[in-house]
Nanobody
Framework: QVQLTESGGGLVQPGGSLKLSCAVSGRTVRSIAVAWFRQTPGKEREFVAAIRESNGATRYSDSVRGRFSVSRDNTKNTIDLQMNDLNVGDTGTYYC??????????????????WGQGTQVTVSS
């Protein structure tokens, strides 16, 4: 079983940057597909970014492409989400999620069985 722990959230001004980390235990980050989702109260979890096992191919939602970057740190066994040029619409609780292998439905939360507890990101002036 995979355990996931997010960190790095906080309060940032519009235009600022944050780096989130998802610490993985139970598997190596190269052997699993991992996605980041975010959620605000009363709304469904929204796909943000994903990274494929093995070749590390990445995918992004239209709303974050060009501003966010997802990567693996094999030494630390983490999946990191670098978030730049943040805006108020990026506010939410960010979750990382994992599955054993890539799926074409990578953006759908229901296809991930392992989840972290979430970390709060607030973008406000």
């Amino acid at each position: 079983q995979v355990q996931l722990t997010e960190s790095g959230g906080g309060l940032v001004q519009p235009g600022g940057s944050l780096k989130l980390s998802c610490a993985v235990s139970g598997r190596t980050v190269r052997s699993i597909a991992v996605a980041w989702f975010r959620q605000t109260p009363g709304k469904e979890r929204e796909f943000v970014a994903a990274i494929r096992e093995s070749n590390g191919a990445t995918r992004y939602s239209d709303s974050v492409r060009g501003r966010f970057s997802v990567s693996r740190d094999n030494t630390k066994n983490t999946i990191d989400l670098q978030m730049n040029d943040l805006n108020v619409g990026d506010t939410g609780t960010y979750y990382c999620a994992a599955r054993s292998y890539w799926t074409v439905a990578y953006s759908e939360a229901r296809h991930y069985g392992d989840w972290g507890q979430g970390t709060q990101v607030t973008v406000s002036s």
